[in-house]
């Protein structure tokens, strides 16, 4: 991951930047062998540059902590859930292009600021 702006979470510390965190969190559940999320990553670090103050970007490796993505239903990836006071505002599932992703950032946020 080339970003300093994106968080690597675990089952081990999710619960501290995300749940507890007092802003958004996109969290990209996504696995090193996922052709889909290494298609999705550069997005993902673009919104992390874009948001930065306003959302905080994290991914979450499956294979390594297994037990967090279970507990949100994440069945398949890259799946990318926006978390904010300890609840998810959104998800959107699969390799979406940029515009998409873009979009459900934009409305997960209005949701938190509301």
């Known amino acids: 991951m080339a970003s300093s702006l994106i ?4 089952d081990a510390n999710f619960a501290a930047e995300v749940l507890q965190s007092d802003k958004p969190t996109l969290v990209d559940f996504w696995a090193t062998w996922c052709a889909p999320c290494r298609a999705i990553a550069p997005h993902v670090e673009k919104l992390a540059e874009k948001y930065t ?3 905080n970007v994290g991914k979450l490796d499956i294979d390594s ?14 799946t990318l859930l926006i978390f904010h006071k300890g609840k998810v505002l959104g998800q959107l599932v699969g390799a979406a292009p940029l515009p998409k992703i873009e979009a459900f950032v934009a409305d997960a946020l209005a949701k938190a600021a509301h």
């Open 7 to 10: 968080k690597i979470l675990t």
């Open 53 to 55: 103050g306003k959302l």
């Open 65 to 78: 902590s297994n037990k967090t993505p279970t507990t949100y239903d994440v069945r398949s990836i890259p």
